[in-house]
């Protein structure tokens, strides 16, 4: 049971936009820490995708952005394409006993 | 370039110890904080401990504390994670990733991560 709730799944078609949720509490998202994004590729390590609810790193394309409201953050995949099928992972500060870091459950996205 | 390397994993009893490496490079290693973060093939992430850039402090997932030691040599630009009393809900692929931050700051997200090793704790 993760600390921060995710889809399993989302798909889409080619060039279309799909969004993953990610819904916290408030002792996480709800406490105003920022939410990040890794991608998974299947085999490989997570990659940094957005920072800091909806700042990417140099080199992540324009088409992966990120918000933050309330509880809950997502993560937008805009002009999607084949090579975006993977894992995704959301993430946060959790200022509970339990740890400090928390994840989401991953969501699978599978381009159709 | 940056990169993080790890090694140390294997097969290993219940019960016994074993001790992951990740051997820096590419950046200014006594700058950042580092963390160790695990995932169970198959399932998702687990974030196991931190260490200040600086080895004075270190932090834990409740449930690894006191059988995990996270800790640093600086001169050798390698983490370490010491695992003892291992169970088999600790197998799992281990990777070493870099904070974000810098210095005394950490950002609790990691920008870097190594490969993984795989630790399989099993009789």
């Known amino acids: 049971q993760s600390v921060l709730t995710q889809p399993p799944s989302v798909s889409g078609a080619p060039g279309q936009r799909v969004t993953i949720s990610c819904t916290g509490s408030?002792?996480?998202?709800?406490?105003?820490?920022?939410v990040h994004w890794y991608q998974q590729l299947p085999g490989t390590a997570p990659k940094l995708l957005i920072y800091?609810?909806?700042n990417r790193p140099s080199g992540v394309p324009d088409r992966f952005s990120g918000s933050k409201s309330g509880t809950s953050a997502s993560l937008a995949i805009t002009g999607l394409q084949a090579e975006d099928e993977a894992d995704y992972y959301c993430?946060?500060?959790?200022?509970?006993?339990?740890?400090?870091?928390?994840f989401g459950g991953g969501t699978k996205l599978t381009v159709l | 370039q940056v990169q993080l390397v790890e090694s140390g994993g294997g097969v290993v009893q219940p019960g016994r110890s074993l001790r992951l490496s990740c051997a820096a490079s590419?950046?200014?290693?006594?700058?950042?904080?580092m963390h160790w973060v695990r995932q169970v093939p198959g399932k998702g992430l687990e974030w196991v401990a931190v260490?200040?850039?600086?080895?004075?402090?270190?932090f834990y997932v409740d449930s690894m504390k006191g059988r995990f030691t996270i800790s640093r040599d600086n001169s050798k630009n390698t983490l370490y994670l010491q695992m003892n009393s291992l169970r088999a809900e600790d197998t799992a692929v281990y990777f070493c990733?870099?904070?974000?931050?810098?210095?005394?700051?950490?950002?609790?997200?990691?920008?870097?991560w190594g490969q993984g090793t795989l630790v399989t704790v099993s009789s």
């Open positions: 800091g609810n909806n």
């Open positions: 408030s002792s996480n998202i709800g406490a105003g820490y920022d």
């Open positions: 590419g950046f200014t290693f006594s700058n950042y904080g």
């Open positions: 260490i200040w850039f600086d080895g004075s402090n270190q």
């Open positions: 990733a870099r904070d974000r931050g810098f210095g005394e700051l950490l950002r609790y997200n990691f920008d870097y």
């Open positions: 993430q946060s500060y959790d200022n509970s006993l339990s740890g400090f870091v928390v």
